[in-house]
């Protein structure tokens, strides 16, 4: 077992550039034409999405930890990068990854119980499913991803720091939620688990009504959290840059930039509608003087500034996205293939 992250198997062989991994996506539906015409998919996120409730309501159903939910869902991910979705159930693989994280992350969970429960909330597409198909989609699952199955997480990295920023409850709250919501995404093949979790830190500072910081996607809208959010990041950067400029460094070419008015260059973070906050001219309020401190740290860190910017936009979008969600039409899409193909048996 790596002791951490830059050792382990998951930076190693589970890290992918976005390109990598359309390149992947793309080849698996090549293999097959016919079927991908045949059973026509929603967006990728919706699909997510939907999986990611799924895993939420069985692992309620079980009382599995978030720790163990988490893992599960990367499991997929990795599957679902060497398998097509559509040669497969993904009601089951859903139930087998949360059976196998559960035992990964030492709060095992019996194979009968999974598959009972699993039968209770999805009786039409998991009923001919038993323990001896679940633990045969368990060595599938492991053999996927070459049996490497430790997975690190984002929560360490808000676990650590919530006290080095001062993050109220609230704060800590929200940015264990924007965790949470990550998974619906790729993030977690591409980029390290602490720069998501910064990342999270400051959506939480920034992005977060106080009194909606446990809800999700609809709390991410404060435009002028955005604007904050933007500076917060173009400050660090160019703090950083000018670092390594006086130590005779180079930030390096292709450095993605952020606009002065808080809008990142490019991006679909715009200034309008929120305060100017590009000079941080209140020092006194308690939500600058909180970034002021965050913006110190980065810029006196070697974090990967570049990385958060893309992952504070991944996430911004996604929510955007969320708002066009129908349960409904992917549901029926995935079940479609389900039984036409005679999966559920």
């Known amino acids: 077992m790596a002791a951490n992250y830059w050792e382990s198997t998951q930076r190693r062989y589970w890290q992918f550039t976005k390109e990598e991994l359309a390149a992947m996506r ?11 015409h045949m059973y026509p998919l929603p967006q990728l996120r919706h699909i997510n999405i939907y999986l990611n409730q799924q895993f939420t309501r069985l692992a309620k159903r079980l009382g599995v930890r978030q720790q163990a939910l988490a893992t599960a869902q990367v499991y997929l991910k990795r599957f679902y990068t060497r398998v097509e979705i559509r040669r497969t159930n993904p009601y089951l693989l859903v139930a087998t990854a949360l059976y196998l994280a559960c035992k990964m992350e ?16 999805w009786p039409e597409t998991f009923h001919g499913q038993d323990t001896s198909k679940l633990g045969e989609c368990e ?7 070459s049996s490497q199955l430790i997975i690190h997480q984002p929560y360490r990295t808000l ?7 001062n993050l109220t409850p609230e704060e800590s709250q929200a940015a264990w939620q924007a965790i949470n919501d990550h998974y619906m995404t790729d993030l977690p093949l591409l980029y390290p688990p602490h720069i998501i979790g910064l990342t999270a830190i400051l959506l939480a500072i920034t ?11 609809n709390a991410a809208g404060n435009s002028g959290g955005l604007v904050m959010a933007a500076n917060a990041l173009a ?19 292709g450095t993605p930039t952020l606009t002065p008015q808080g809008s990142f260059a490019g991006g679909n973070f715009s200034s309008q509608g929120g305060r100017e906050l590009g000079d941080w001219s209140n020092p006194t309020d308690p939500k600058i003087a909180k970034m002021q401190r965050f913006t110190n740290w980065l810029a006196e860190s070697n974090i990967d500034i570049e990385g958060m910017i893309d992952c504070t936009q991944e996430i911004i979008s996604f929510y955007d996205c969320y708002e066009q969600y129908e349960d409904l039409v992917v549901r029926d899409n995935i079940e479609r293939f389900i039984k036409a193909r005679g999966l559920d048996k």
Do not use: W
């Open 139 to 145: 060595f599938f699952l492991i053999s996927e991803m």
């Open 106 to 121: 030492e709060c095992p969970q019996h194979i009968r119980l999974i598959v009972q429960e699993a039968r209770g909330l």
């Open 207 to 217: 992005c977060y009504n106080r009194q909606n910081a446990a809800g999700g996607a």
């Open 26 to 36: 793309q080849k698996l539906e090549d293999e097959d034409p016919n079927l991908v």
């Open 159 to 165: 676990t650590q720091l919530q006290g080095e920023f």
């Open 235 to 253: 400050h660090a950067q160019a703090q950083s840059q000018a670092r390594a400029a006086a130590m005779g460094g180079n930030s390096g070419p």
